[in-house]
T-cell receptor, first 111, second 112 residues
Framework: QKEVEQNSGPLSVPEGAIASLNCTYS??????FFWYRQYSGKSPELIMF????GDKEDGRFTAQLNKASQYVSLLIRDSQPSDSATYLC???????????FGKGTKLSVKP | DTEVTQTPKHLVMGMTNKKSLKCEQH?????MYWYKQKAKKPPELMFV???????INESVPSRFSPECPNSSLLNLHLHALQPEDSALYLC???????????FGAGTRLSVL
């Protein structure tokens, strides 16, 4: 059974702080890794994707991947109240390329 | 353009009704997906079409019937649904394989 684990939170950080979201996955054959942001009642929105070990930065967001530890994280710098949402970690692998989602971490950024 | 368009945005139907959800993309993607999402849960995969052929059916009840008429369109036909089928139904598309999946805005379905 392929699994993706996330701390459900809620994770509460003050405005301007760094929010750190973590995710582990069970399938060593996983090839690509995604972070989606989902506001309440809305559809998931792609924030970051990463395929290779190491860090990938895009604006205030940094994704980190460690395949040996089967661990992927998302850092949000200078957190804003508008970042308050549920963050879904998703992993894809194999020829079918199906996304396997974690249960999501709810982030709350307090002004 | 990374847009996946879903219609309708909202749908209320009775248990004896027949309705269809529609999804369209023009990104040249050859994989399309239907997901069901209940409140405070992650999206749950229902069906995958790859090159317009059904490649995955995650043991979904037969009251849900998918259709992929061409590479840009994906439908989900609904018949004799139950109140517990009320959820957000999401369509997504991607290139075939472990590639980025883009989601539509979803259809909020209520079954009375």
């Amino acid at each position: 059974q392929k699994e993706v684990e996330q701390n459900s939170g809620p994770l509460s950080v003050p405005e301007g702080a760094i929010a750190s979201l973590n995710c582990t996955y069970s399938d060593r054959g996983s090839q690509s890794f995604f972070w989606y942001r989902q506001y309440s009642g809305k559809s998931p929105e792609l924030i970051m994707f990463i395929y290779s070990n190491g860090d990938k930065e895009d604006g205030r967001f940094t994704a980190q991947l460690n395949k040996a530890s089967q661990y992927v994280s998302l850092l949000i710098r200078d957190s804003q109240p508008s970042d308050s949402a549920t963050y879904l970690c998703a992993v894809k692998g194999g020829s079918q390329g199906n996304l396997i989602f974690g249960k999501g971490t709810k982030l709350s950024v307090k002004p | 353009d990374t847009e996946v368009t879903q219609t309708p945005k909202h749908l209320v139907m009775g248990m004896t009704n027949k309705k269809s959800l529609k999804c369209e993309q023009h990104m040249g993607h050859r994989a399309m997906y239907w997901y069901k999402q209940k409140a405070k849960k992650p999206p749950e995969l229902m069906f995958v079409y790859s090159y317009e052929k059904l490649s995955i059916n995650e043991s979904v009840p037969s009251r849900f019937s998918p259709e992929c008429p061409n590479s840009s369109l994906l439908n989900l036909h609904l018949h004799a649904l139950q109140p517990e089928d009320s959820a957000l139904y999401l369509c997504a598309s991607s290139q075939v394989g472990p590639n980025i999946q883009y989601f539509g805005a979803g259809t909020r379905l209520s079954v009375l």
